[in-house]
């Protein structure tokens, strides 16, 4: 018997049994058991319920709906975090390059009082206490629709270098201590737009395993003398010794220079295996985060488009290392067809570096004075000022070009 039929005959059949007798109602409930094959139970249950309303203890209010299904009505809960506490938590995920609310909500309350001191935020007593007691969960949901609103790949650019191979030994990883500062990864980005002729710029990329601090700079092409200067002003930059380098298997690192340098200051120096990408995840995990998400896919070729993505990149070392968490992964253990991973606390690698006991007290003195100068909301307008930049000079490029290509073809 269909379901419609089913409710039809219930709401006829519940009518009678609700007003008759006793004795009435035993006739009523046969006939009923009959004609739907209910359990006698069950349909005694439903033609007693049949629109009504039902009180379960203090729970709520249960309404009765057809073959016995019920349905909680919504409870009107009182809101905890208001719209003036989600507007502020908005301004300061926004502020904070929309991370998520489980890396977000660790760093509030360090975040909160520098906003403050700069007068990016005014927070009264009870705001200020929401937001330090906000949970990751609650941060995601209250920011959902906001995250749909803020949503590139292409293929690598690696060209193997073959002479030098054997003298640079594959890393394995019983042989380097990443909990130790100062072993690092180095990659480049290729910023060709999908169109690889000619020369473009180049991103050196290179990340410490155990602090996550990342340092970028931007290079004219893939020449090693461009790649050696920029991996050399990058050490210099470090609050932390250079204890080994591990590359992939390109001819802009595998070469004399790079290998000379690394003999001379005794540096450990590795290669990845070949196209085994994940070999190098850390630094391949901040191609992503740090120079995609900031810089694009776009092609940038010319000198001022060089002299604007160092200028970013500039004061964004700043921002991505002392306001921006990340989470380490501390255990990966696979129950059935399940894999189970366990990270650290978020922590900025500003603070991994304090931490790390390997690093002198004076370099950590030095970050601590430049981090009081440093406000993460001005960091953050610098930042898209320079995007704007960066994107009004490669139209412009473009717009001339096109120029030159239709002058071209009239002459032709």
């Not at 998520?100 to 705001?127: N, Q, S, W």
């Not at 169109?195 to 340092?215: C, K, R």
């Not at 991996?231 to 298997?249: M, Y």
């Not at 129950?335 to 900025?348: A, C, E, H, L, N």
Request: net charge positive; charged share 35%.
């Amino acid at each position: 018997m269909e379901l419609k039929v089913k409710k039809i005959i219930t709401n006829e059949i519940a009518k009678r049994y609700q007003k008759a007798r006793k004795k009435e109602k035993n006739n009523i409930l046969n006939e009923f058991c009959k004609l739907t094959n209910y359990n006698r139970m069950y349909a005694s249950y439903i033609l007693r319920n049949w629109n009504r309303k039902i009180y379960l203890r203090s729970n709520g209010k249960l309404i009765g709906d057809i073959a016995g299904e019920t349905k909680k009505a919504k409870r009107h809960k009182l809101r905890i975090y208001t719209d003036k506490v989600i507007n502020v938590l908005k301004k300061i995920w926004y502020i904070c390059d929309c991370i998520c609310g489980k890396r977000l909500a660790p760093i509030l309350k360090e975040i909160v009082p520098i906003l403050e001191k700069h007068k990016e935020i005014t927070l009264d007593d009870k705001t200020r206490d929401l937001l330090f007691k906000i949970s990751p969960a609650t941060i995601d949901r209250a920011l959902k629709e906001e995250r749909k609103l803020c949503t590139l790949k292409t293929k690598g650019k690696t060209k193997p270098a073959i002479l030098l191979k054997h003298q640079i030994p594959i890393r394995t990883f019983s042989e380097w201590d990443d909990k130790k500062a100062g072993f690092v990864e180095v990659d480049l980005v290729s910023h060709d737009g999908g169109e690889i002729h000619g020369d473009f710029i180049q991103t050196l990329d290179l990340t410490d395993i155990a602090t996550t601090w990342t340092e970028t700079r931007a290079v004219k092409n893939k020449a090693q003398i461009w790649v050696f200067e920029a991996l050399e002003d990058i050490i210099k930059q470090l609050p932390f010794k250079i204890l080994g380098i591990d590359s992939d298997n390109g001819s802009e690192f595998i070469n004399n220079h790079l290998l000379k340098f690394c003999l001379k200051e005794k540096i450990t120096f590795t290669r990845t295996r070949p196209y085994r990408k994940n070999d190098n995840c850390f630094v391949e995990q901040k191609n992503y985060s740090i120079v995609r998400r900031y810089v694009g896919y776009y092609r940038y070729d010319t000198e001022e488009e060089l002299n604007f993505l160092n200028k970013l990149y500039k004061v964004l070392r700043l921002y991505t290392n002392f306001f921006l968490p990340t989470m380490k992964l501390v255990s990966k253990t696979r129950i059935g067809s399940r894999v189970s991973r366990k990270y650290d606390k978020p922590k900025t690698p500003y603070q991994r570096v304090l931490e790390s006991a390997e690093i002198p007290e004076e370099n950590k003195m030095r970050l601590r004075s430049l981090y009081k100068t440093l406000n993460p909301a001005e960091l953050k307008r610098q930042i898209e000022e320079l995007q704007e930049k960066l994107l009004n000079c490669m139209k412009k490029r473009d717009k001339i070009r096109e120029v030159e290509r239709d002058m071209c073809i009239l002459v032709r």
